[in-house]
Nanobody, 125 residues
Framework: QVQLVESGGGLVRAGGSLRLSCAASGRTFSRYTMGWFRQGPGKEREFVGQITSSGDRTDYADSVKGRFTISRDNVKNTVYLQMNTLKPEDTAVYYC??????????????????WGQGTQVTVSS
């Protein structure tokens, strides 16, 4: 069972930037599409974006497109979420998840799991 550990969250002013990291255990990281999700106060967990196993393609929610960038380092078993031009509505606990099956294609949002503990991002106005 893979273990995912998110880090890099914090408090930032609107317009600022943060980079989140998600480190994965095991030797099969490079075979799986990885995703980022978030859960704001009183809200359901929502999709932020995903990156294919090779890192050649990314997909984003409309709410973050053009501001957030997902990348990965398959040597370090880590996926990143670079967040720029942050807004108060980006305030949430951010989670990374792994697709349920090895693939270099996009996964359905419901196919992601193996969640880490999350990292809190708070954007002040």
């Amino acid at each position: 069972q893979v273990q995912l550990v998110e880090s890099g969250g914090g408090l930032v002013r609107a317009g600022g930037s943060l980079r989140l990291s998600c480190a994965a255990s095991g030797r099969t990281f490079s075979r799986y599409t990885m995703g980022w999700f978030r859960q704001g106060p009183g809200k359901e967990r929502e999709f932020v974006g995903q990156i294919t196993s090779s890192g050649d393609r990314t997909d984003y929610a409309d709410s973050v497109k053009g501001r957030f960038t997902i990348s990965r380092d398959n040597v370090k078993n880590t996926v990143y979420l670079q967040m720029n031009t942050l807004k108060p509505e980006d305030t949430a606990v951010y989670y990374c998840g792994r697709c349920a099956y090895a693939t270099n294609h996009y996964c359905q949002q419901t196919d992601f799991g193996s969640w880490g503990q999350g990292t809190q991002v708070t954007v002040s106005s």
